[in-house]
Each structure stands twice: as structure tokens, then as C-alpha cells.
């Protein structure tokens, strides 16, 4: 759950813990339909996309109900989320019986996956990674995403 006046570095945090990541020294970015690139502008080096927006002065306000937009984690590993802003208001008090600062997970189901792969506690190698999935069925956000043309 987000507040219109919150940023978009507020939300990137909140589903980092919502995963829990643990390993935070890592490049995120936004990316909404239309191709607008949105990111911790003081972390690049200057090479960042040309007309990168900075996440953390930018709020979540300029979002509709409906929007889809995606979020990238650890460019490496790249974890990526598909993100839409739903049509219901939440009310914190209800879902969680306080109103937290900041953005906040109140709900979902799974498993959290190890940030680097690894299946249990002593597992010093990285897993391989597996096969990237099919992702035709998702919306042509990012580079990857959607149908393909032949």
C-alpha cells in the first residue's frame, strides 16, 4: 500500500523488503508504458539513461488507477517485477492497525527466494540460474516483455 505522496525510491524500498533483500547496494528502475525510466539518479555515475527521472523526488502521484509499470532490481540478477496500481483505496488501519511512514506490503502468498539463488543455509555456490521463462505474456514494458515480431 502507497500514498500518492510517497516516491518512488519510498516504493522500490518497500518491495526490496517485501523480498527480503538484504543485499540493498544494488541499481534499481522504474519503467512505465510509455518508456519513461525512473531511478536513484545520485547512484549513477553519469551514465545513466538519458532522461532518467530521479526516484526519490518523484512521487507516486503522477500514477492512475490501472497503470502498469515495471521495477527492476540488481541489474545483474535483474529482478524483475510487473507492478499495477489498483483501482481500490486501502485503508492502513484496517489492513494493518496502524498507518506505517512509508509504503508497506499487507499482503500476498509464496515463497521469498534467496536473493542470490542459494537453497539452504551452507550453500556457498550460486545456484545456476534457470532458464528465463517465456514472456510473451506479459506487457511490452521492458525489452523482453510481450509478443515478439517475427
Known sequence: MVS???????????????FARWDLAHMHMFTLFG???ISALNLWDGDEPEGTIDSGKTKLGKLKSGDQFAYVFDFGDEWAHLCTVGADRVDPLEQLGFVPDGPAPYWGWGELPDQYGRH???DDDIAPKAPKPLLSDLPPILPLWGKRRR
Open 4 to 18: 500518492r505522496s510517497h516516491s518512488f525510491a519510498q516504493l522500490a524500498r518497500a518491495v526490496d523488503v517485501a
Open 35 to 37: 518508456g519513461a525510466c
Open 120 to 122: 539452504w543455509d551452507d
